[in-house]
């Protein structure tokens, strides 16, 4: 049976991998300006890091201060937001830029309680912009390094539940070498990313292998474990594209729903699959179409997306109307040639593109 390694020598080991063997190269390594840390790590919130690069720089490049990003169009930053998901960040990331420029004279905060304290920030991503800003001795747990220490150490508590999370927190905290917080930090989610991978771990020239827990049970695939089984919400979307006189009706999401903030068409949802005959009559209802006085141009393939919580599933259906509607004071109509303009959400998006590589939208 493998021998855990002392808590010392965990991170010395760590430590020399970092020095000897990680050229893992990103932009904000070694960054000590707070304000591109904290982006950073809203950036990387259930994102990976390739993904998330380029959305990096080019945030960085439109908004280089945090005052630059506080006086954003929201439009303009949910544009270059476009396609990362989870636009709950790109809401807080704007709030928070406001209220440090404006309640804080544009000053980051400097303390790890006032840094939690900020919208959109947890226990992970104040610890990440502790360390690397400021060098204070708070531990970060995220994925990689909830797997690293799953399996070196041999814990079986879920990682969701209350006393795994408890655990992990302890140990992560007991295994950081307080005076250098940040460096160590960075170590240990790069060793989880590039040696202790969730699928395919190089195992062969680990530094902790002789004491890895996990790999003497041959355990690796199983952890770290996970109680709880996500079942996905299943959504039916139904988008009507109105066109009159070369105008289409969006308008922005305010609801609390997913994509708040990010345009849409007209949308009716549904409990299930519909038909467009059935669809009709609640367009009509609603005073989006006139009876006889519209045409259905297109119906769509159907579009699937699979986020966190929910799956979605549905059509877009093309309507010229040759009456226009009396639509409520949140819509607009907008000419084709400015829906490039607008950050949509991907779903939309995608048929978007698909149309423009086809001919055109009607």
């Not at 070694?30 to 994102?47: A, M, R, V």
């Not at 544009?106 to 912009?129: D, H, M, N, Q, R």
């Not at 996970?226 to 959504?235: D, F, G, I, M």
């Not at 367009?283 to 919580?309: M, N």
Request: glycine share 4%; with cysteine.
């Amino acid at each position: 049976m493998a021998q855990k390694p002392a808590k010392k020598s965990f991170s010395a080991t760590l430590l020399k991998w970092n020095s000897v063997k990680n050229d893992r190269k990103m932009p904000w390594k070694g960054e000590k300006d707070p304000y591109k840390i904290w982006l950073s790590e809203i950036i990387l919130q259930q994102t990976r890091v390739e993904q998330g690069l380029g959305y990096y720089q080019r945030m960085v490049k439109a908004f280089p201060t945090i005052k630059n990003l506080a006086k954003a169009d929201d439009n303009q930053v949910f544009k270059l937001w476009e396609g990362l998901g989870y636009y709950s960040r790109c809401r807080n990331l704007l709030a928070t830029a406001r209220f440090i420029a404006n309640e804080r004279k544009g000053v980051f905060p400097s303390t790890y309680e006032e840094i939690l304290a900020l919208k959109g920030v947890g226990s992970y991503t104040a610890a990440a912009i502790a360390s690397f800003a400021y060098n204070l001795p708070y531990a970060v747990l995220d994925g990689n390094v909830f797997r690293v220490l799953a399996r070196v150490f041999g814990i079986e508590l879920p990682i969701d539940s209350k006393e795994g999370k408890k655990k992990f927190s302890e140990l992560a905290q007991d295994l950081l070498d307080v005076k250098r917080p940040g460096l160590y930090n960075q170590a240990i989610m790069d060793f989880g990313a590039v040696v202790c991978k969730p699928v395919a771990p190089v195992c062969t020239g680990c530094p902790f292998s002789k004491n890895c827990v996990a790999l003497a049970k041959k355990k690796v695939s199983q952890w770290p474990v996970k109680s709880k089984t996500l079942v996905l919400k299943q959504r039916w979307f139904y988008f009507l594209i109105l066109s009159f006189r070369g105008r289409v009706a969006v308008r922005v999401r305010e609801q609390k729903d997913i994509w708040q903030g990010l345009y849409e068409f007209p949308l009716l949802e549904t409990t299930a699959a519909a038909t467009w005959s059935v669809l009709a009559r609640q367009a009509e209802k609603k005073g989006w179409v006139i009876a006889k006085h519209y045409q259905t141009e297109q119906v769509s393939a159907l579009y699937r997306q699979s986020l966190s919580h929910q799956s979605i599933a549905g059509q877009f259906i093309h309507v010229t109307v040759k009456k226009k509607p009396a639509l409520s004071a949140d819509w607009k109509w907008v000419s084709f040639d400015t829906l490039d303009q607008l950050a949509f959400p991907q779903f939309i998006n995608q048929h978007l593109k698909a149309s423009s590589r086809q001919a055109s939208l009607f």
